[in-house]
DNA sequence: CGAATACTGTGCCATAAGGCTAAGTATTGC
DNA sequence: GCAATACTTAGCCTTATGGCACAGTATTCG
């Protein structure tokens, strides 16, 4: 199971939830207080706010509290990481496409 | 909750769990059978199987049953997707970043 | 044909996930 | 200061997830 990643699994654990992916989708926007956020979703705030601890707990965004106010931001750059798996993917099937041509052609000489 | 897709949602709960993203990468190299697979992993088979049916079910690999082996194949196509909502959210952030370069530019004249 | 191989099906189990209500606590506005 | 606001905490409930063992079916090999 080489290349295993705790940090990879997280980040996709939050993204594989609607309701945080849509979180993700209006920060990218710009920050917003927890209650401006929940108030699109249809759950109940203890609820939403278990989705925004798992989000922040995976780094997916970073919480500051002001007085009264929770407002969450996107963190961009972990979501590179996600970005970065699946690149290697295409890099892995990229290869062994260009394996396989050199192969057809050898044999096609 | 506007933009809901549950073939993403699969797609994303699919590769929420760090078996099915190795068994993914390994896909990426070529297909191989249940069996070839399954011996990298330490768990049962049984199990391991699940983890195949979900990864079909969800249209991240194929499988086709010739005498008695299984043979899974990934469909490159499908992880296509996932890059597709991250490019969203990427031309999301853009489109903020240039709307708050003009603000400043504005500003500064 | 009989044994070995490669799954497949069933049923059970423990934990985690996602939701709720009800009752706090801390700030802010009147 | 008192009420409204904006979370927070706690506890409970139901379903989903990921794992197991054990037994079965279908192919293939000697």
């Keep these: 199971m080489a290349q295993y990643s705790e940090e990879l699994d997280g980040l996709f654990v939050a993204l594989a939830d609607p309701t945080r992916r849509e979180v993700v989708r209006r ?61 290697e993917q295409r890099r892995i099937w990229e290869d062994r496409t260009d394996r396989l041509e050199r192969l057809v052609t050898e044999e096609e000489q």
């Design 27 to 87: 920060l990218g926007r710009g920050p917003q207080s927890v209650g401006d956020l929940a108030r699109a979703f249809p759950i109940t705030l203890p609820s939403f706010m278990k989705h925004v601890r798992t989000l922040e707990a995976n780094g997916l965004i970073r919480t500051t509290k002001s007085g009264r106010v929770r407002t969450c931001a996107l963190r961009r750059e972990r979501l590179a990481l996600v970005d970065g798996w699946l690149a």
